[in-house]
């Protein structure tokens, strides 16, 4: 079995990449391939958190430019995530991985309430924690939930799962000139403003001196190569 080189690691889940080829929701397929992903690196034994986005459900800043209350519609966005999450978890343990969902938005009848000194004691357990309903705050994102929960636990690494191989001088979406970057520093990203994560969870990862690593969730046994030391994606520290 290859030696992981990391002991502890926080996953960030596109909620866009769960929907595959259709164009909203999750696709069957791709929940069971990420899950395998998943359990590919409980079995090396690292405690493994993750948060999931809800972009293939809801996104409140989408809503609140039809006049939609921005709050209103951001609560709406955590509760996508909150499906996200229940549905990863059911993927996971049908797989034999062991998941505790918790809620940063109070849903005691689908999911724990977030309380970190539990998250730990669980991820000492083996369980993989699913950290849903991003950090109960409108105004936010995902991403910046990914980092602060990476940094409450004290995870070495945020590894952020998307529809893109990395980080790109534009985005490559939209921009086929677009160059990759490998490593880059926290600045860089702000100064540029580059945009495969939000700039409030950039500044909140430089300030505590978390390293992010961007890499393509649809390319099979990535998780597994870069918690075992190769070198995948682009990575920022
Ligand atoms: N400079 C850039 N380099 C790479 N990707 C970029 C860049 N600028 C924008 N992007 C885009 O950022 C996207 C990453 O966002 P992603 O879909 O993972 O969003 P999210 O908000 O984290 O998740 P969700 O889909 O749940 O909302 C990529 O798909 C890519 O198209
Ligand atoms: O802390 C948070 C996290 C998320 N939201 C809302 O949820 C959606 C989906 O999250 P993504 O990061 O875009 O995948 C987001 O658009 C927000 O509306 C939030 O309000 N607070």
Redo the contacts with the bound molecule.
């Keep these: 079995m290859p030696l992981p080189k990391f002991r502890k690691i926080l996953l ?6 769960l929907m595959g080829d259709q164009g909203f929701g999750i696709e069957p397929r791709m929940i069971q391939y990420v899950a395998d992903e998943i359990r590919s690196i409980t079995d090396l034994g690292i405690q493994v958190a993750v948060v ?5 459900i809801f ?1 409140g800043i989408a809503a609140s430019s039809f006049n939609m209350d921005r709050t209103s519609a951001d609560h709406m966005g955590m509760l996508a995530t909150v499906i996200n999450s229940l549905a990863l978890q059911d993927a996971l343990e049908k797989k034999g991985v062991q998941t505790r969902v918790q809620s940063a938005i109070s849903m005691h009848e689908l999911a724990e309430p977030y309380i970190l000194r539990r998250a730990i004691r669980h991820l000492e357990k083996g369980r993989v924690v699913i950290f849903a309903a991003g950090t109960g705050n409108p105004y936010f ?3 910046t939930a990914a980092v602060l929960r990476a940094q409450e636990i004290h995870a070495e690494i945020l590894l ?1 799962a ?3 191989n ?9 921009d086929k000139k ?1 160059e990759f970057i490998k490593n880059i520093s926290y600045m860089k990203v702000l100064e540029k403003q ?5 700039m409030t969870a950039i500044s909140l990862a430089m300030d505590n001196k978390l390293p992010l690593i ?1 890499f393509d969730m649809n390319q099979a046994g990535s998780m597994k190569n870069i918690v075992c030391g190769e070198e995948v994606g682009s990575r920022i520290s």
Excluded: F
């Excluded at 960030?12 to 990449?17: D, P, V």
């Excluded at 999931?52 to 293939?56: D, I």
């Excluded at 580059?194 to 939000?198: A, H, N, P, R, S």
């Design positions: 960030k889940l596109s909620g866009e990449a999931v986005g809800g972009g293939n996104r994102t995902t991403d952020k998307t529809k893109v990395g980080l790109y001088t534009s985005d490559p979406q939209l677009a580059l945009k495969v994560m939000d961007i």
